[in-house]
């Protein structure tokens, strides 16, 4: 069900679903005019209401459905360092994404906010289970959010938190698992002002950047100058041979802080008729 809420010019979808014991709840979402979503809202029947009683109201009740399985086939640098093995049962896709174990460890369960992602993990026992907690509740809150998920993606983002987790999560690093899961959905774009800028500026900003050398943002830059076409995946699969995929994310980040990058998202696909 969706309608227009003209004073504040978004569009409220409500998706209406048995949850347990056929007890009926319903997430509305309140979209602006760019088609991003703005606002997330759960709302639960009061227990003295069952989908009998729903169903008088001529609410159409779906019936349950069971999720279906899909493997996170991780790429080739992932090691299974920390991350032995990880589940994430996805209710809004339908889908338990599952990497499949490797090793013994400590488990860890999320569970994100609005509960509509949960996550069994198995870590190395020399992680600290807090602070691979809040790594993981990052992880979950970003993947609630994602209207339309690439599931590839998945094999991507476990590779990049496998040597991560053993540090807290930074600002930076939740901006990083947002530019992973988007990689495939996101366009980066330089111009040849950003890249005059980045040459200026470099012999300022090159004591932050401690470790990273010149040449590799410069082509970076380069691969991304008017971009219109080439996904953020797409730059990585350019630049594989001389850059790791966390080492690349890394540096994208960094050209997208400092303005020299923007990262243009396409979440929905819309068909117009005449």
């Not at 339309?148 to 991507?156: G, H, K, N, Q, T």
């Amino acid at each position: 069900m969706h309608q227009a809420v003209d004073e504040k010019g978004y569009v409220e979808y409500v998706d209406v679903h048995p949850c347990l014991e056929d007890r009926l709840t319903a997430n509305i979402i309140y979209v602006d005019r760019t088609m991003v979503v703005r606002s997330q809202v759960p709302v639960k029947v009061g227990d003295d209401m069952s989908t009998e009683e729903i169903s008088t109201l001529q609410i159409p009740v779906p019936k349950r459905v069971e999720l279906k399985e899909s493997n996170i086939n991780p790429i080739k640098e992932f090691r299974y360092k920390n991350l032995k093995s990880i589940i994430i049962v996805d209710k809004l896709r339908q889908t338990q994404f599952k990497l499949k174990k490797k090793g013994d460890g400590n488990e860890l369960n999320v569970i994100s906010e609005l509960e509509f992602i949960e996550l069994d993990i198995i870590l190395s026992k020399n992680i600290d289970l807090e602070i691979a907690e809040d790594w993981f509740k990052q992880v979950a809150s970003i993947l609630e959010a994602i209207v339309l998920l690439d599931e590839e993606m998945l094999s991507y983002l476990v590779a990049y938190l496998d040597p991560k987790i053993e540090n807290m999560p930074t600002g930076e690093s939740i901006l990083e698992i947002d530019l992973v899961l988007h990689a495939k959905s996101s366009f980066p774009i330089a111009t040849l002002k950003s890249y005059a800028t980045f040459r200026r500026q470099w012999p300022e900003i090159r004591t932050d950047f401690e470790g990273k050398d010149f040449p590799t943002y410069e082509k970076l830059l380069t691969y991304c100058i008017g971009n219109q076409y080439k996904t953020l995946l797409d730059i990585y699969f350019k630049s594989m041979n001389t850059l790791s995929f966390n080492g690349f994310i890394d540096r994208i980040e960094d050209l997208a802080m400092l303005g020299l990058l923007n990262l243009r998202k396409t979440e929905f696909l819309t068909a117009y008729e005449d």
